[in-house]
């Protein structure tokens, strides 16, 4: 027995605190991805102004209740490109509005209702035939996890109301601001969850084991700690990864001693108090989720004003130069597999621009056989090879650590087609450094290609090109549109159609003796592999318009 608790209090305590933050993890694991490609959809508003980041990052953080996931995706998104350091300090913003929702729902008193949400929850999880009505189950058996785990919490609580020892260590807090702060935010930087403090705090209250001016220093101190794990995560990125990191840092730090000297001198309760009473409740649980919920939204609202003030202080105090991404997989960021749908994002630029890569290398190589590119030049192929190649070692690795146990069929299904889409643009690759070779065996043999030759290729180029930029459009849609697969249908034909001309005209100038044997070679190999790149441009294609894998002619 440790003073008035027994073992059973103890073990409600840590197994409550326990249960609590397994239902919430996991409930924000689920919810993300019920909310699938509308997360993906929130967060790029993010690019359009602070208040749209405020705005995506304050629903994001209410959905998966955390703002540490809101940091952690920003520095992610930084790091790799996808936000500018200006674009993402609107999330920051609007994941510290966003967190206090946790303390707002558990001030309304409803930890019982746990016991009869779990099993609304397994009913709908072994029920639902599809991924997503399951993932919906397990959303609310976590929630009703959580209001359990805090329900045991009050009970192993309870008997601490009545020790004196803790109450004088809980008044020390209210006299002693700064000791709060310090308690709360190395509990937070330890659990990696200011919802986790701030709600240990409401039950508390509601224990009447703290006063309000106790709980202010706890709930304020959980904004310093919560920044820890982000903190973590900007090692090893690049400079705007790692302001974005210190931005949520500074954000928060500053806010809590800006507002400590009034804090110390009871204002800061009695605005608290002002507002509760406006809005009709002045309960104790309520006082505490408000006066996090306040202090949030206040500051906030001060900064999303002065967005470009806050990013030059940032970069007074983190100085450098940020270094240009490399032109390899620039997108693909080991934080972002927390979140499927926006690692499966993340690939698809990074495919994108190695499809863009690998089409260069082809245009050159035409350009080289054309006599339009200088053979000096055209050496760079094994160079974007290298890019390529690069990109698909890469990609591979990470489209496998996608794979998980909450990957929605969808997630998985694209997974699977970009692994095969991956293989595909790596082939466009191999043809171009194979087309290079075959320009190299006709500069080093001076073998000569007539115009009219030239005309042919250049003419057949014309149509794998425009499937392959097809398949590049293709593959940055969501979902294709059937107008591009109708496209690449009549110009796949059209190829076969030509390329089965070309060598029937060439057979027959070779048959008469007009062309020699090296020059057919080398027209044969061209044409072979412009076919070979249609094929692969039109299985891309086919990958991302066809609906379930259904050919459409």
């Known amino acids: ?11 409600f305590i840590i197994g409550g605190l ?17 909310a699938g490609v509308k997360l993906r959809n929130v967060l790029e508003s993010a690019t359009k102004s602070p208040w749209a980041g405020m705005l995506s990052g304050a629903l994001i953080s209410m959905l998966v209740q955390s703002s540490t996931i809101v940091s952690i995706i920003a520095v992610a998104f930084v790091n790799s490109g996808l936000l500018t350091f200006g674009q993402a300090l609107g999330l920051i913003f609007g994941a510290n509005i966003g967190t ?19 099993p609304i929850g397994l009913i709908v999880y072994l029920l639902g035939k599809k991924k997503k009505v399951r993932y919906l189950g397990h959303s609310i058996l976590s929630f009703g996890t959580l209001l359990i785990g805090l329900f045991l919490m009050e009970k192993g609580l309870y008997p601490l109301r009545a020790y004196e020892p803790f109450t004088n260590l ?47 220093p706890l709930v304020l101190g959980a904004n310093i700690g919560t920044t820890v794990t982000a903190l973590l995560a900007s090692i090893g990125t690049r400079l705007s990864a790692r302001r974005i990191a210190l931005s949520h840092f500074l954000f928060n730090a500053a806010g809590v001693v800006i507002i400590y000297p009034f804090i110390a001198n009871g204002w800061y309760e009695q605005a608290v108090y002002a507002f509760s009473r406006i809005t009709g409740d002045t309960s104790i649980e309520r006082l505490v989720a408000n006066s996090h919920s306040l202090f949030n939204v206040l500051w906030s609202l001060f900064w999303v004003w002065q967005t470009p003030l806050f990013s030059r202080i940032v970069k007074g105090l983190f100085k450098g130069e940020e270094k240009p991404c490399l032109q390899r997989a620039t997108h693909l960021d080991d934080r972002l597999l927390q979140t499927p749908v926006l690692a499966v994002d993340a690939v698809r630029k990074d495919l994108i621009h190695m499809a863009k890569v690998a089409y260069e ?8 056989i054309s ?11 094994w160079e974007l090879e290298s890019i390529v190649n690069e990109i698909q070692h890469e990609t591979l690795i990470y489209l496998r650590d996608i794979r998980g146990e909450h990957v929605t069929e969808e997630v998985s299904q694209m997974v699977s087609i970009l692994i095969q889409t991956v293989d595909d643009i790596e082939r466009w690759g191999d043809h171009a450094t194979n087309l ?3 320009a190299e065996f006709i500069y080093e043999n001076n073998i000569k290609i007539n115009q009219g030759t030239i005309n042919i290729i250049k003419e057949l180029f014309g149509l794998v090109s425009q499937n392959m930029l097809l398949a590049v459009e293709a593959l940055n849609q969501t979902p294709c549109s059937e107008d591009i697969l109708k496209k690449a249908i009549a110009i796949e034909q059209q190829i076969d159609e030509s390329v089965k001309s070309y060598r029937s005209h060439r057979s027959e100038t070779y048959i008469s003796q007009e062309t020699e044997v090296e020059s057919t070679v080398v027209f044969t ?29």
């Open 1 to 11: 027995m440790i003073g008035p608790l027994d073992f059973q209090h103890i073990g």
């Open 18 to 34: 326990a249960i609590f933050l397994y239902g919430l993890m996991t409930f924000s694991e689920y919810l993300k991805e019920v």
């Open 100 to 118: 206090t929702v946790t303390a707002q729902i558990i001030a309304f008193k409803i930890t019982e209702w746990g016991f009869f949400i779990v």
């Open 170 to 216: 809980m008044i020390s807090m209210g006299d002693h601001p700064m000791k709060g702060i310090a308690v709360s935010s190395f509990f937070t930087g330890v659990v990696q969850s200011s919802s986790a403090t701030t709600a240990l705090a409401v039950t508390m209250s509601s224990q009447n084991l703290i006063n309000i001016s106790s709980a202010i």
């Open 361 to 368: 290398m082809i245009e050159s190589q035409i350009k080289n």
């Open 371 to 381: 006599r339009e590119l200088p053979y000096s030049e055209a050496k760079r192929v």
């Open 436 to 438: 290079f070779e075959v």
């Open 525 to 553: 190999d061209i044409l072979s592999n412009l076919e070979r790149v249609a094929d692969h441009a039109f299985n891309m294609i086919q990958f991302f318009c066809e609906p379930n894998g259904i050919k459409l002619y």
